[in-house]
């Protein structure tokens, strides 16, 4: 269900409020073969696996800056990490972030900007990176703190964060529209199976850790309750049978392990349970958890999700025609032979390094054109041109890009502004191009989007704290109000910033 014409300039302008510019820039990495989300069954060999990572940054020229001054702000950051495998697409949130600047746009739309920058980025991944019968899921945490990209935004007295219980329903409700996309599971009936065979259908999941059925349904969105109780849209579970081709396997197989992912590390610490010859000649099953329901009960213990604290697990799982969501997940048998295979593939692209301002072009090459059409051979590398953006960048020159970004300040408006010059130049010079992104002018009629909505400015991240008066700090004991926590400056650096990076106003 690829579709190649989808360009996600044109997506925006349709969601955007009318005479809303923004200027967006999607870079993508080329695909690298990537440890397993998975972990193998004993005895069995991970499934191969590729990760392509994708960028989008969204900047604003300020409203009192015209002619030579127009220089841009970054309102906006979200970064996504593909996953594929010859029975599934991956699509992973790994950290977003917004900078506090978007009061600077003139008269400022109640509609939440970010939410739509969000919702309609994933929407483009979602349609862009879709195989024929292979499901996909879209998969984010929902934890609270206070910047993850832009290190000295917080100091920004704009920037307003949701606390954790907000994150987790504005994250539901930035979901919520891809699901509607889609059919809903189907009924008991056959010719409700039929139906949904013949058509997409998705279903939404979410745990948070520590509470009950009850209270999760308190965080879905508003357009639940008038769902079909025989056939809900959204649940309070996790998807195993979707994503797993062998439910019967021990625990640590059953749960994806992404960067800086609070269960990744509950996994992490469990496998030193494991004997000393390891999961593949043994049971591979830990001592002290015995079942996938004990391990979500035992992440609420966890320090990110006790004290106080609430972290939502969500999961889009979408099934393709001909795929119903009761189908259990397929195993892989392509073996390393197709690893080989595709990782030659892959290298052979690494020298396309910019991408086309317009999907339907082709990359540029070393003097020729290449393109990938989607196919379905099972194999476990897919690379949708229609889905790179517009600059194609090597992974070591992808990092690069976003280590320049965290080495920026964003505390004020005029630091900001020389950051976002600063990054903008860096990825043009990295994908060697005088310029790189597209120029978005809203065209949708200005109104409340469905549902309350928070604030211009509210940040649609896997951090943000409640809306706080600009003279008050947030209430000791949120996660939002502790960035250089030992736990928070510790872990792999995916998602939050290091203590080193939160930086503080300097002194004139």
């Not at 062998?246 to 749960?255: D, Q, S």
């Amino acid at each position: 269900m690829s579709k190649v014409d989808v360009d996600l300039g044109d997506l925006l302008a349709k969601v955007l409020p009318t005479g809303v510019k923004l200027t967006i820039r999607h870079i993508s990495s080329t695909p690298t073969s990537s440890t397993a989300l998975f972990a193998p069954s004993p005895g069995e060999e991970a499934e191969p696996t590729f990760c392509e990572n994708h960028f989008l940054s969204a900047s604003i020229v300020p409203a009192n800056k015209t002619g030579n001054d127009g220089a841009e702000i970054i309102v906006f950051g979200i970064e996504v990490l593909v996953y594929t495998t010859a029975h599934l697409t991956t699509i992973f949130v790994s950290k977003a972030d917004s900078t506090g600047h978007l009061h600077l746009l003139n008269a400022a739309p109640k509609s939440s900007i970010l939410r739509q920058l969000t919702h309609t980025f994933l929407f483009f991944l979602v349609h862009t990176h879709q195989r024929p019968g292979v499901r996909l899921v879209v998969s984010l945490f929902a934890r609270a703190q206070n910047q993850y990209l832009f290190p000295g935004s917080i100091e920004n007295a704009e920037k307003h964060v949701l606390d954790d219980r907000g994150l987790i329903k504005w994250w539901c409700r930035a979901l919520d529209p891809i699901l509607r996309e889609y059919e809903s599971e189907s009924g008991s009936q056959e010719q409700d199976k039929k139906h949904e065979s013949a058509h997409s259908s998705a279903t939404a999941y979410l745990i948070v850790p520590s509470c009950d059925k009850f209270e999760t349904r308190g965080f879905f969105p508003p357009t639940a309750k008038s769902d079909n109780k025989d056939r809900p849209r959204w649940l309070n579970a996790y998807p195993l049978h979707q994503l797993c081709s062998n439910p019967g396997a021990p625990p640590r197989c059953l749960v994806p392990r992404f960067p800086d992912d609070p269960k990744t590390r509950f996994l992490i610490d469990l496998d030193d349970e494991l004997p000393e010859n390891g999961a593949t000649e043994g049971s591979g099953q830990w001592r002290s958890v015995k079942s996938l329901d004990q391990f979500w009960e035992m992440m609420s213990f966890r320090q990110e999700c006790s004290a106080g604290r609430l972290v939502g697990f969500l999961w889009l799982v979408i099934n393709p025609p001909g795929v119903l969501n009761s189908n259990p997940m397929l195993s892989s048998k392509s073996g390393l032979a197709e690893m080989k295979d595709a990782q030659e593939m892959s290298a052979s692209r690494v020298s396309a390094t910019s991408g086309p301002a317009q999907p339907s072009a082709a990359l540029k090459g070393s003097g020729d054109q290449t393109k990938v059409q989607p196919t379905n051979d099972g194999s476990a590398f897919y690379w949708p041109q229609a889905g790179r953006g517009h600059a194609v960048l090597s992974e070591p020159d992808y990092k690069k890009a976003i280590n320049f970004l965290l080495e920026q300040d964003f505390y004020n408006e005029e630091v900001s502004t020389a950051s976002t010059d600063a990054f903008n130049n860096k990825v043009a010079i990295l994908a060697d191009e005088l310029w790189i992104g597209q120029l978005v002018v809203g065209k949708a009629a200005n109104k409340e989007s469905t549902g309350p909505a928070p604030g211009p400015n509210a940040v649609p991240t896997t951090l943000l704290v409640r809306k706080r008066k600009k003279d008050q700090i947030e209430a000791p004991g949120t996660a939002a109000n502790a960035p250089a926590e030992t736990e928070s400056s510790q872990v792999s650096g995916v998602n939050v910033l290091q203590a080193n990076l939160v930086r503080k106003k300097k002194k004139p």
